[in-house]
């Protein structure tokens, strides 16, 4: 599976997607998310072993299931492009979503054509997902978050 740490920092991948369609799948969710920044390797084809689990992800970060409001994930998602021409590690690997972004778009006015679930993004309404800790609690995704009384 191919998504070199340096590539998943700006674009989709599939490690990223393979990454995200786990957890979506594993905790039932509306959609998954993985940050690009905690995706560390590619992996070649074959046999899948926990060692390349490891090697993928390697930090063991904790992942809880959150109710998460549509305005909330367009914030986070945002917020995850807001750095993307420096390759911060924020880029937002999705399941179960679809979006755009526009980099040459002033921060915050980025993202366009969200989808869950190939249904446009309703700001009001609430969202099952899991969410990793180390998303939850970093800087902008955490200020949103608890605004929204999500965690």
């Known amino acids: ?16 997607n393979f990454v995200a369609d786990s957890y979506r799948s594993f905790y039932n969710g509306d959609f998954g998310m993985m940050n690009s920044g905690g995706i560390r390797t590619s992996i070649p084809a074959g046999e899948f072993t926990l060692h ?8 063991q970060n904790k992942v809880i299931l959150a109710d998460v409001k549509g305005e909330t994930i ?7 492009v807001s750095r993307v021409e420096s390759l911060g590690g924020g880029f937002m690997q999705v399941s179960g979503m679809t979006y755009s972004y526009n980099p040459a778009k002033p921060v915050g006015s980025r993202v366009e054509n969200i ?3 190939n249904e446009p993004i309703d700001m009001q309404k609430t969202y099952n997902s899991h969410v990793k800790l180390r998303i939850q609690w970093r800087g902008r995704i955490h ?9």
Request: aromatic letters at 10%.
């Open 1 to 16: 599976m191919y998504g070199d740490n340096h590539e998943t920092r700006f674009q989709e991948t599939n490690i990223g």
């Open 52 to 59: 390349d689990a490891y090697a993928i992800l390697p930090f």
């Open 74 to 80: 367009k914030a986070a998602l945002e917020n995850r």
């Open 115 to 117: 989808l869950v679930n």
């Open 143 to 151: 200020h949103v978050q608890r605004q929204s009384n999500t965690c």
